[in-house]
């Protein structure tokens, strides 16, 4: 009774919540033919219990049409009876870390998404996958290329799918400004801007801290910013030039504080692009057109995201971006397709993270190699 008074509250509560239910009942944007997949609940294991699991995405599970929460996996004694009371999960159902390898003989889970540090995706990533799961690995996909290429090779090794949390690839507006782009309705893009920052609070929390953060602004909201430009053209940066500065060398002496790049294109377009841990605001990208321009302001939020182009406001029914992503994911398991946000597509942004920090340390313009 409690559960689904949780449940249905928060459900309830919610603007994005109001957004599924209307584009349910329009049939909606994501309205695709029905496959066998369908009703079908693959059982997700998750895999750090800290802010985006309990407040977005453990939520979202209540959206999902096709997964369920049937696992955790927690560091945190204290967080086992919560989450067990509030979810239903059963003790056999509940790990740690260093039981975490169990996971392979349990079958209620199918898929494990992994909520960590970002220095910590590779080994989650690579463990689950050795475990014979499916795993989807939050942003930013690891702290190096070079581990992002060890997670591929251990999900393929594995036949294991490997997805990326790129919520924003499933939000409608960014779907429609990626269909707008394509169409050309309003010429080639020329010029990109694009920025996503935040004030960020406690100096102690591990975002601030290199060894498991692998990087500052850029690294956990900058990617934001970096991927629309990619998404947006269709296309790879070839030439990366880029300059940081730092206000506040105590609070920001591992990681960078703000980061402004420039992207070259292979078509010619160039993106101007910044990233910031000091100021609050930047949260936007604008593609101007040979006829006018694409933008979204706010652009990278959970909710409450603002398209328009040249001809005017685009509204959209909001969806759950994690509900969306992880039903995405299913489907692709169930029906044994790649996901179009694959390993591959985090180390395409880590190549481009790692030739900004390059040429933030060179000085100097830098290639982006595959
Ligand atoms: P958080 O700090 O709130 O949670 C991290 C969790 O990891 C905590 O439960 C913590 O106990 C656990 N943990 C295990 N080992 C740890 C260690 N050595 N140090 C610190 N914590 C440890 O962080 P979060 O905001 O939930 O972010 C988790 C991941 O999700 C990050 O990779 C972040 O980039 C990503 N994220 C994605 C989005 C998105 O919109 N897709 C939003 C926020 C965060």
């Not at 349990?106 to 475990?131: C, F, G, Q, W």
């Not at 420039?262 to 101007?272: D, I, K």
């Amino acid at each position: 009774m409690n559960q689904l008074n949780f449940n249905r509250r928060d459900f309830l509560n919610t603007s994005v919540s109001a957004g599924v239910a209307a584009g349910v009942a329009h049939g909606g944007f994501f309205s695709s033919p029905t496959h066998a997949s369908e009703n079908k609940k693959l059982g997700v294991a998750l895999v750090g219990l800290g802010n985006l699991s309990a407040n977005q995405i453990a939520p979202a599970f209540q959206k999902s049409a096709n997964c369920k929460l049937t696992a955790i996996v927690t560091g945190t004694p204290e967080k086992e009876k919560v989450w067990s009371d509030k979810y239903g999960i059963s003790r056999d159902h509940i790990y740690n870390y260093s039981r975490f390898d169990k996971l392979a003989s349990d079958d209620s889970v199918d898929l494990v998404y992994v909520v960590l540090p970002n220095s910590m995706h590779a080994e989650y990533t690579i463990r689950a996958a050795k475990a014979g799961k499916h795993v989807l690995c939050e942003k930013p996909m690891a702290n190096s290329s070079a581990d992002c290429r060890d997670m591929i090779s251990a999900c393929k090794a594995a036949s294991r799918k490997l997805a990326i949390g790129y919520r924003c690839q499933y939000e409608p507006h960014h779907l429609n400004c990626i269909e707008t782009s394509r169409s050309k309705e309003l010429g080639e893009i020329k010029v990109i801007e694009a920025g996503f920052g935040f004030k960020i609070g406690d100096p102690k929390q591990w975002r601030l801290n290199k060894k498991l953060a692998g990087g500052g602004a850029l690294m956990d909201v900058g990617v934001y910013a970096l991927q629309a430009c990619r998404y947006l053209t269709g296309e790879e940066p070839t030439i990366i030039t880029a300059q940081e500065t730092k206000t506040d060398a105590v609070k920001f002496a591992q990681v960078d504080e703000s980061i402004t790049w420039l992207m070259q294109f292979p078509s010619g377009v160039l993106a101007y692009c910044s990233t910031s841990y000091n100021f609050n605001g930047l949260n936007r990208f604008n593609a101007f057109t040979e006829k006018g321009f694409i933008r979204m302001d706010p652009a990278f939020s959970y909710n409450g995201n603002r398209m328009e182009t040249s001809k005017g406001q685009v509204e959209l029914d909001a969806v759950d971006q994690f509900a969306t992503e992880m039903d995405a994911f299913a489907k692709c398991i169930l029906e044994n397709r790649p996901s179009k946000v694959s390993g591959e597509e985090g180390l395409k942004d880590l190549l481009a993270v790692e030739a900004i920090y390059k040429s933030i340390e060179t000085g100097t313009s830098v290639k982006v190699v595959a």
